[in-house]
């Protein structure tokens, strides 16, 4: 994921664009210390970081994928 999206609006939209496959290998990748670690020395803010991983959380559960609970953050309390 070098080539990020950089706003939240932007977030949404690649998020809600995967395909079921592809969606839970970009959500486990972003769900890891190294590119939440990228994505703070860019200066995304804690509360951004969040919501970016909880949109990833909220569209595995929309597709009826189960939400891996390990990783940076357990996404099945995101998905809330």
């Given at each position: 994921?070098?080539?990020?999206?950089?706003?939240?609006?932007?977030?949404?939209?690649?998020?809600?664009?995967?395909?079921?496959?592809?969606?839970?290998?970009?959500?486990?990748?972003?769900?890891?210390?190294?590119?939440?670690?990228?994505?703070?020395?860019?200066?995304?803010?804690?509360?951004?970081?969040?919501?970016?991983?909880?949109?990833?959380?909220?569209?595995?559960?929309?597709?009826?994928?189960?939400?891996?609970?390990?990783?940076?953050l357990?996404?099945?309390?995101?998905?809330?």
């Amino acid at each position: 994921m070098s080539d990020h999206p950089k706003t939240l609006v932007e977030w949404k939209s690649y998020v809600g664009k995967l395909g079921p496959e592809e969606l839970r290998a970009q959500a486990m990748a972003a769900n890891t210390t190294g590119f939440v670690k990228q994505l703070q020395d860019e200066g995304v803010a804690a509360a951004d970081i969040t919501a970016i991983l909880t949109t990833f959380a909220r569209r595995l559960s929309e597709s009826g994928q189960a939400l891996p609970t390990d990783g940076y953050l357990d996404l099945s309390k995101l998905a809330r």
